[in-house]
Nanobody
Framework: VQLQASGGGLVQAGGSLRLSCVASGSSYYSNLMGWFRQAPGQEREFVAAISRSRDVTYGPDSVKGRFTISRDNAKNTVYLQMNSLKPEDTAVYYC?????????????????WGQGTLVTVSS
């Protein structure tokens, strides 16, 4: 399966962006889809995940209430709506997928990764 992420860009603090990630190939491989991010000089961080049945979980408290993960199973696409963006949200955002049916927050649980899309939030 291949994952193609898009939607990143430059936005001012307080603004919004919507990331998308399309998974090609059999939908079996993307039962679980998630978003991670990696800021310069930092480790990759879990942001949010969603199962095929649309159970969701979020990572750091800093994104809860501001970010919303969703998916369109018919399009094999996962979205990350990011509102009230802050400079500390600046990072490369990666989408990931895995055949497992349960939610996962660890990067090593995901078998497939997209190329990343850069989000830059200016102050």
């Amino acid at each position: 399966v291949q994952l193609q992420a898009s939607g990143g860009g430059l936005v001012q603090a307080g603004g919004s962006l919507r990331l998308s990630c399309v998974a090609s190939g059999s939908s079996y491989y993307s039962n679980l889809m998630g978003w991670f991010r990696q800021a310069p000089g930092q480790e990759r961080e879990f942001v949010a995940a969603i199962s095929r049945s649309r159970d969701v979980t979020y990572g750091p408290d800093s994104v809860k209430g501001r970010f919303t993960i969703s998916r369109d199973n018919a399009k094999n696409t996962v979205y990350l709506q990011m509102n009230s963006l802050k400079p500390e949200d600046t990072a490369v955002y990666y989408c990931a997928a895995d055949p497992r049916l349960s939610l996962g927050t660890r990067a090593d649980l995901y078998a497939y990764w997209g190329q990343g899309t850069l989000v830059t939030v200016s102050s």
